[in-house]
């Protein structure tokens, strides 16, 4: 569906390089694409993790679900770089004082 040049909806693309892989997010994370990015963010191993929230405009409680169980998968090896919008969802849920959450 053409979109008039209008950010996707959600898209979830994942770069390794190394050992490190990153994995860029955008648009609305919901119970309808949080699995997608849960699976992109696993789907190859890695050493580190570097998530990319920046572009998300919407994040529920199934991306938090999502995004806790990324960090699992990678513990000590997640870095989460949220949007305003993801860092006051994360800040809500009391995840905002985790390590992996850039304070940047």
Do not use: K, N
Request: charged fraction near 25%; hydrophobic fraction near 45%.
């Amino acid at each position: 569906m053409d979109q008039g040049g209008a950010e996707p909806v959600f898209s979830a693309t994942a770069e390794a390089d190394g050992g490190r892989l990153t994995v860029r997010v955008r648009g609305e994370v919901d119970m309808a694409t949080a699995e997608t990015m849960y699976q992109t963010a696993v789907r190859e191993p890695a050493e580190h993790l570097l998530l990319d929230l920046r572009r998300v405009t919407f994040f529920d409680s199934a991306a938090i679900h999502a995004v806790i169980r990324i960090a699992r998968h990678f513990p000590d090896a997640l870095t989460v770089l949220p949007s305003p919008q993801v860092r006051r969802v994360l800040e809500i849920a009391g995840l905002i004082g985790q390590p992996w959450v850039s304070r940047d």
